[in-house]
């Protein structure tokens, strides 16, 4: 389902708020989204941008997202699991609607793309999903918030090691890449997942949803051919200064040295609905955390019977899990405790409860907390332990891994105990 199919469904279903009054794209839309977070927004009036429009939060929501993909809001786990293990071939098709408008000598300040926060350094794009090639791994495709430097320069932040910043190492003349907006909803959940390496994550796309891809015109890279807004140009050695912005944890990161994009050609849908995410909002929480939950199960589900994992919002959907398992032996929570802390590394905190405890609802995991635990027999401390760079408060040496201390709480009935005291009442 492309963007456009995905917002008429949720509007049939009221699931679409439509904001018509006129609003500017710099400090209103973020002020809206803010306030309305949780919910799919499509901003019709854009103050200064006859033709436009923006989408704001379509990822916000997991039953949403599960419509989209055509699944239930709980086997969204798996389905991500399935699809990260078989991925599909992609068809290439041309006269794609993502290049119904091509402009030869692009002017990046005639796109509304959004200030969101007064101390941000510039306005930034945030949900471009990165295309690029890996002359050694082929395609990737990755999310980069991009800050506006004029009208044809951008600064990524390209975080090292990854992707696109080992890609970039390898060439000299510069990388040819594609930043792709208002893309099908799989296509944001497969950028969003970190495959082995040489695993294209389109091909993880192709296996959620059908995603047709089409040869972009002035690099040699493909795009999702149904994708609202195309950048086409070259990623260049050369830094500028990036940030201040905020992160995943609603905390500012600071400013760095950047590469910077050189766009050459900019293509488009008619009428093109620009992809606005809010730094530390549902959506962009979502996106982070929800691809973790299959590498957590996969984990967990190796040394025990794991019956599901959800990374929690408030942990930033990055540090806090919560994870479920079907009892069948005494050491069943500690060492689901361990294996959930090596199918995410960056995580912090873990609970684990038994399956009769919603994962969904933080006030059953709190239940299971103060009914099933006790500090000295459940807590488990783990000291010295790298860590997200994304937690202010780790350990931060710059050049080198965050350290952190981890807690696991196993907050599953004690192996042997009569099951009775335990039991919640129903009415
Ligand atoms: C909404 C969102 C925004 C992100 N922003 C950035 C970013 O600005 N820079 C970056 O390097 N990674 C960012 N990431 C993380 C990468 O997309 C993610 O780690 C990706 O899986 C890296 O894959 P790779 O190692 O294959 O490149 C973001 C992820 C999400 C979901």
């Not at 000598?105 to 295309?131: K, M």
Request: charged share 20%.
């Amino acid at each position: 389902m492309n963007l456009r199919a995905f917002l008429a469904n949720l509007e049939q279903t009221g699931d679409l708020r439509n904001i018509q009054e006129a609003v500017s794209p710099t400090f209103d839309v973020a002020r809206l989204i803010y306030k309305y977070d949780g919910n799919a927004l499509l901003f019709d009036n854009l103050q200064d941008f006859p033709g436009w429009r923006m989408a704001a939060g379509i990822t916000a929501r997991r039953d949403l997202l599960a419509r989209a993909l055509g699944c239930e809001t709980e086997e969204l786990v798996y389905k991500m699991a399935e699809a990260a293990s078989n991925p599909q071939p992609v068809e290439i098709v041309e006269n794609a609607a993502c290049q119904e408008v091509v402009l030869e000598n692009p002017d990046l300040t005639r796109i509304p793309i959004p200030r969101y926060h007064p101390e941000d350094g510039g306005p930034y794009i945030t949900a471009g999903v990165t295309v690029i090639h890996d002359p050694d791994y082929g395609r990737n495709i990755s999310f980069h918030r991009w800050m506006r430097l004029d009208s044809q320069h951008l600064v990524g932040r390209i975080v090292e090691k990854r992707g696109t910043a080992t890609a970039l190492s390898k060439s000299p003349e510069g990388l040819p890449i594609a930043i792709c907006l208002g893309v099908p909803p799989q296509v944001l959940l497969a950028a969003a997942m970190s495959p082995p390496k040489g695993v294209d994550e389109m091909t993880i796309a192709q296996a959620m949803a059908t995603t047709p891809i089409t040869q972009c015109l002035s690099v040699p890279l493909e795009v999702p051919a149904e994708a609202e807004l195309v950048l086409e140009g070259i990623l260049t050695h050369e830094q500028n200064t990036e940030g201040p912005f905020p992160d995943l944890t609603g905390t500012m990161d600071g400013i760095r040295q950047q590469p910077t994009f050189v766009v050459k050609k900019v293509t488009h849908r008619h009428n093109p609905i620009f992809h606005a995410l809010l730094p530390a909002g549902l959506e962009h929480k979502n996106l982070m955390g929800m691809p973790r939950e299959p590498t957590i199960y996969a984990e967990v589900n190796k040394v025990v019977k794991c019956t599901g994992v959800r990374i929690t919002p408030g942990g930033c959907s990055w540090l806090h899990a919560v994870v479920q398992i079907e009892k069948q032996g005494p050491d069943d929570g500690p060492k689901a405790i361990e294996a959930a802390f090596r199918g995410h590394t960056s995580l912090k905190h873990v609970v684990v409860v038994d399956n009769d405890i919603n994962i969904y609802n933080m006030a059953d995991v709190e239940w299971a907390i103060a009914t099933r635990t006790q500090a000295e027999t459940d807590l488990y401390i783990f000291y010295n332990q790298p860590s997200s760079s994304l937690d202010p408060s780790a350990r931060q040496v710059p050049g080198e891994k965050a350290r952190t201390s981890k807690i696991g709480l196993d907050a599953t009935i004690p192996w042997g105990q009569p099951k009775a005291g335990y039991k919640r009442i129903s009415y």
